[in-house]
């Protein structure tokens, strides 16, 4: 594993959410010792315990205020040509990543924060995949952009993904809608500036 596949801010949340329990944990015990002694030392492992709490739910409230900003930016590419089919639509809010294909246009939308990825594909761009572990691996005829990955929660859904994808390779598969180059410029349009 390389240095970047690290997710700086995800280690950041495991530590605080680790602060947290130690601090409800350490809470409750000292509140239980503190049984026979001074009332004041019930009220510092209260304040403990509620420390405990607030850190929890500080994070959560960061987490949630960032995968809803996240889904707005993703919705936001919407338009004509794009309305993803919910079969074909991958989103990690927490890790601010999407792949989405609407099967009817024949667009393919790919966001990544990480990676600062904001792309749009048209299907006949589209030359296969491949699946290792909990990464899976888009591939394109394209020089300047062969690939984006995707990393899934679990290997079994990258592998049930990948699986849908084999339909659209088939000879049988045609969009019903044939779309223009456009849909790759509207995406930069609408892509915030990458820094």
């Known amino acids: 594993m390389k240095m970047s596949d690290i997710n700086l801010s995800g280690i950041v949340y495991v ?7 130690w601090c409800i944990i350490a809470g409750a015990y000292l509140f239980i010792l503190s049984g026979t002694a001074p009332f004041r030392f019930q009220l510092i492992a209260a304040a403990i315990i509620v420390t405990g709490g607030v850190i929890i739910c500080i994070l959560h409230g960061l987490i949630r205020r960032a995968e809803v900003k996240f889904q707005r930016l993703t919705s936001g590419f919407k ?3 794009f309305s993803p089919n919910a079969n074909y639509e991958l989103s990690r809010n927490d890790i601010g990543g999407y792949f989405g294909i609407d099967t009817t246009h024949g667009t393919i939308l790919m966001v990544s924060l990480h990676d600062k990825i904001f792309k749009g594909k048209i299907l006949a761009d589209y030359a296969g995949y491949y699946c290792e572990g909990t990464t899976l691996t888009i591939m394109f005829n394209d020089v300047n952009f062969p690939t984006f990955e995707l990393r899934m929660r679990s290997g079994s859904k990258c ?3 990948a699986h849908r994808l084999d339909v659209l390779k088939s000879a049988s598969y045609r969009p019903e809608k044939q779309p223009g180059n456009d849909f790759g410029m509207h995406v930069q349009r609408i892509a915030p500036p990458v820094a």
């Open 15 to 21: 530590l605080s959410y680790g602060v947290a329990l």
């Open 79 to 81: 338009c004509a040509d």
């Open 159 to 161: 592998r049930e993904f």
